[in-house]
Structures are given as structure tokens and as C-alpha cells.
């Protein structure tokens, strides 16, 4: 390419870089000028709504049996509502009967665990019903008075809940027990050092966490 020919290919390049300004500051506006995209949509309030009354529901549950490992009795009326009934052969009658009745089977025992499991609600409006699995076990003095054994049992609770000043709680518990078994312990409970067994109300670790966390330590 001679002398003049690359003068005139510069001359035309430089012509022509006005226009690609102007071209690329139109896109910019025009990209500026465009409306943002809308905000994701999140659930239905009615979806959301039915979502947090499973959980709370859930939570009630598992409130329940804590409360009975624990031989915590509060924590086991905070479950019902005032009016309560419950029904679980051999009991029939007000829940904050059944209470008291609750705590002179699980506060003589060595220790006892109680699993929840399967859960299912189904909620319309502001009540709801619920369904789980119970499993429990039993560590305590045998009839004779001379050694431990260990009972099981299983069943399920079925529950009617009501949503009453903004709070779900169990309006009527129906227990059904399916299976019960009890063997002699192959140990003796105090045979487990102290350090390392679960505590009653206010002696479990979970007590001491919970009072720390809620202090602010």
C-alpha cells in the first residue's frame, strides 16, 4: 500500500468514528432508558400462611414429647389450649388433667425418650388437623422391686389444632397405641456415668443452653 492510499484509509476511519459514537451513545440510552425487570413474585399470603402453620404444628409435636423426657410440666401445658380434651385409654378428659396425670408416669422413671415422627397436617383456615408416629421408651424399677426394665411403646397421636389470638395449640388429642413390650434392662441406668445421662427440667444441658442463649451469653 502506497503513501496516499493509507493517508485515505486513515481519512476514511476517521470520518466514519463519529457515527460510532453517536451509534453506541443511542444503545446507552436506550439501555438506560429501558424499565428495570419486575421484582420475583414469592407464595401466595395463603401458601405462606398454611407453610408456618405446619411448622408450628411440627413444633407443638415435638414440644410434647420433650416435655415428657424432660418431666417438664409448663412445657407440656404451653401444648393445649385451655379447654383441652384428650383421650388415651385409660384417660378421657380435660388436657390439663391428663398433665398431672402425664408427670406421675414419667417423673418416677429412670429416664425415658419419646421419638416423633411421620408427621402430617392438613390445615383450613385457622384449624387443622395433624397425624405422627410416637415411639417411647421407658427405663424404670420392675414391679418386684429388685431390678429395671425397659418398656416400649408406639402409636399415634391424632389431633384437631385451633389458631386462637394468633397462636396454634392442640384443641383435642386422640392417642392410639399400637405396640407395647417390656424386657428386663440388660444394665442398671446408674451404671451410665451422671455426666453423660439426660437431665430432668432444669438440669439438662438443653436448660442451661437455652437460659444462656436468651441472656445474651
Not at 440388660?186 to 441472656?215: H, Q
Request: glycine content about 6%; hydrophobic content about 40%.
Amino acid at each position: 500500500m502506497t503513501m496516499t492510499e493509507r493517508r485515505m484509509t486513515l481519512r476514511a476511519a476517521l470520518l466514519a468514528l463519529p457515527a460510532a459514537i453517536v451509534a453506541a451513545a443511542a444503545t446507552r440510552n436506550v439501555a438506560q432508558a429501558a424499565p428495570p425487570p419486575a421484582p420475583a413474585k414469592g407464595p401466595p399470603a395463603k401458601e405462606m400462611a398454611d407453610l408456618q402453620a405446619r411448622q408450628d404444628i411440627s413444633d407443638i409435636l415435638i414440644r410434647y414429647a420433650r416435655s415428657n423426657d424432660r418431666a417438664d410440666e409448663d412445657l407440656m401445658r404451653s401444648c393445649f389450649h385451655s379447654d383441652a380434651t384428650f383421650k388415651f385409654d385409660p384417660f378421657d378428659g380435660a388436657a390439663s388433667d391428663f398433665v398431672p396425670y402425664a408427670m406421675k408416669i414419667v417423673r418416677p422413671l429412670k429416664w425415658c425418650t419419646h421419638h416423633i415422627s411421620n408427621v402430617f397436617a392438613e390445615v383450613k383456615g385457622d384449624r387443622a388437623v395433624s397425624e405422627c408416629y410416637y415411639f417411647a421408651h421407658h427405663r424404670r424399677v420392675n414391679k418386684a422391686g429388685d431390678g429395671e426394665e425397659d418398656a416400649f411403646f408406639e402409636g399415634r397421636y391424632v389431633d384437631r389444632h385451633e389458631k386462637r389470638d394468633g397462636v396454634w395449640k392442640i384443641a383435642h388429642r386422640r392417642g392410639l397405641g399400637d405396640y407395647t413390650t417390656v424386657v428386663p434392662a440388660a444394665t442398671a441406668y446408674e451404671s451410665i456415668p451422671k455426666e453423660r445421662r439426660s437431665g430432668r427440667l432444669g438440669e439438662d444441658p438443653l436448660y442451661v443452653m437455652l437460659s444462656d442463649l436468651r441472656s445474651g451469653q
